[in-house]
């Protein structure tokens, strides 16, 4: 089943002053995510994130193509309630507590209040704030608010949650909070959309990934395929082999008894394999090497 679907989304705006002159913020993007799925959806700054999650979330309209959540268009006013939804940059009542800004929250979602008072409770101790639930929110830090802000976008139980730069503001064992929360949604059914500047996260939770690039899907698909053949690279340790071989060969790392050597193919791999038969080494270990998410990302974006 398709939980989100995107078909030639195309997005202009006009910018200046005097002379407006339009700018395509997307370029006819094309989309799937999964139900049950993990989605990471990458690009730098200006790429065209946070307009696909406005337009997901029906805060503004599309110059072109479809977008569709749980099979009905965008702009179907009930299918907001299956969703919840953390912008990249939220702002609450600075005056309201945790515990009441829930609450609040929860009216807006037409929850009874004993249900969301349950709710209230259960979330709170989720995003690991039942600590400062009586505080205002004016005295929480920038990661408290953001855990605020995954607690609210949950409040009403969502099919499908979509989260704007959700680790921003967090330190590392709050990023390592908010990863194991979107991995424990992700078990119990939930589909995450999410976009974030942090790879390593990207990489330790999607299941599949988007990038974009002014605007533009220059990659898309499951993680696994699209870093598993980018290289044909392999990196070996080796043991007692002496200057001259590692001479012919770029070390990424050496020490007078073990080298550490990246090859570009399997025929330099056949010839250091002979060189080092030859002078008494021996090779400890034999890797291929596979490209990271981050190294893609630079990689895509600067072409």
Known sequence: ???IETQNLTQDFLTGFWRKRPVRALDGVSLQVGAGEVFGLLGPNGAGKTTTFK????LIRPTGGEARILDASVQNVNVRRRIG???EQPYFYDYLTAREFLAYCGALCDLPQAEASERT???LQLVGLAYSADQQLRRFSKG????VGLAQALINNPEVLFLDEPMSGLDPLGRREVRDLIINLR?????IFFSSHILTDVEAMCDRVAILNKGRLIESGKL???LKTRSNEIEVVVRGVNEAVLAQFPALSST???ARIRLKDDRELARLLELAHQTGGRIVSVNPVRESLEDLFVREVTR
């Open 1 to 3: 089943m398709t939980a």
């Open 55 to 58: 337009i997901l979330m029906g």
């Open 85 to 87: 939804y953390l912008p």
């Open 121 to 123: 409770n259960e979330l």
């Open 144 to 147: 408290m608010l953001q855990r």
């Open 187 to 191: 078990n119990r059914g939930k589909t």
């Open 224 to 226: 696994s395929d699209i």
């Open 256 to 258: 007078p008894e073990v």
